[in-house]
């Protein structure tokens, strides 16, 4: 298998990482240990049955977890940690033609970055489907979830078994998160902006001097 072919497929993996940090782990790990997926000798752990069973309990607790409210925003608060640390170790586990210094700083660079975009283009839709949770009953979180779920699965099987197809939706997943994280920044301003106008804005000392200077020559 080729660098290129790698690549694509340690970066698809790395943005499936983002939207769920164990799936991809434990499905990778699988994969290996029968036989049907060549990892980094580096990485080549992900295969053990400790690590299988702890990415087994951790995929389990991370799909029911994020169904509801309160706690989807925790394990999006975790997951800005180790959604990039497991983007990283897919995408170096698939790099099995470098040595593993190399291996580890691609993955990170590829894998990290990817994985952290994702999460956070989904942190954002998330958390403003959380404001509308008077309204769903936390079922719009749920859906979003379950949607999230539905995603990841259909992209860890093109990673696999079509690279260049999942490659691409990743690009474009990619320039949909990021467009996101701006607009909510964007967002974010104007409503700082209108806030901040209708408490009223304090006068500048220099405006404050004129102020007095001007009361004080009517006097």
């Given at each position: 298998?080729?660098?290129?072919?790698?690549l694509?497929?340690?970066v698809?993996?790395?943005?499936?990482?983002g939207?769920?940090?164990?799936?991809?782990?434990?499905?990778?790990?699988?994969?290996?240990?029968?036989?049907?997926?060549?990892?980094?000798?580096?990485?080549?752990?992900?295969?053990?049955?400790?690590?299988?069973?702890?990415?087994?309990?951790?995929t389990?607790?991370?799909?029911?977890?994020?169904?509801?409210?309160?706690?989807?925003?925790?394990?999006?608060?975790?997951?800005t940690?180790?959604?990039?640390?497991?983007?990283?170790?897919?995408?170096?586990?698939?790099?099995?033609?470098?040595?593993?210094?190399?291996?580890?700083?691609?993955?990170?660079?590829?894998?990290?970055?990817?994985?952290?975009?994702?999460?956070?283009?989904?942190?954002?839709?998330?958390?403003?489907?959380?404001?509308?949770?008077p309204?769903h009953?936390?079922?719009g979180?749920?859906?979003?979830?379950?949607?999230?779920d539905?995603?990841?699965?259909?992209?860890?099987w093109?990673?696999?078994?079509?690279?260049?197809?999942?490659?691409?939706?990743?690009?474009l997943?990619?320039?949909?998160?990021?467009?996101?994280?701006?607009?909510?920044?964007?967002?974010?301003?104007?409503?700082?902006?209108?806030?901040?106008g209708?408490?009223?804005?304090?006068?500048?000392p220099?405006?404050?001097?004129?102020?007095?200077?001007?009361?004080?020559?009517?006097a």
């Open positions: 298998m080729g660098l290129a072919v790698q694509m497929m340690g698809s993996l790395a943005a499936c990482a939207l769920r940090a164990w799936l991809p782990m434990l499905v990778v790990g699988l994969l290996a240990r029968g036989g049907y997926a060549q990892l980094h000798p580096s990485f080549s752990f992900l295969a053990r049955e400790d690590a299988l069973i702890v990415f087994g309990v951790a389990v607790l991370e799909f029911l977890g994020d169904k509801f409210v309160v706690v989807d925003h925790f394990l999006d608060a975790a997951g940690l180790l959604r990039p640390a497991a983007g990283t170790v897919l995408a170096s586990s698939m790099l099995s033609n470098l040595d593993p210094l190399a291996a580890t700083v691609l993955g990170l660079i590829v894998g990290g970055g990817t994985s952290f975009t994702v999460h956070a283009g989904k942190a954002v839709a998330r958390a403003k489907m959380s404001l509308f949770a309204l009953a936390g079922l979180n749920a859906a979003l979830s379950a949607v999230e539905i995603l990841s699965a259909i992209g860890l093109l990673a696999l078994h079509a690279p260049l197809l999942a490659f691409l939706i990743t690009l997943a990619l320039i949909g998160a990021v467009w996101i994280v701006l607009k909510f920044i964007r967002t974010g301003k104007r409503l700082f902006t209108f806030l901040r209708r408490r009223g804005i304090k006068l500048r220099s405006d404050a001097d004129r102020t007095v200077n001007t009361q004080r020559a009517k």
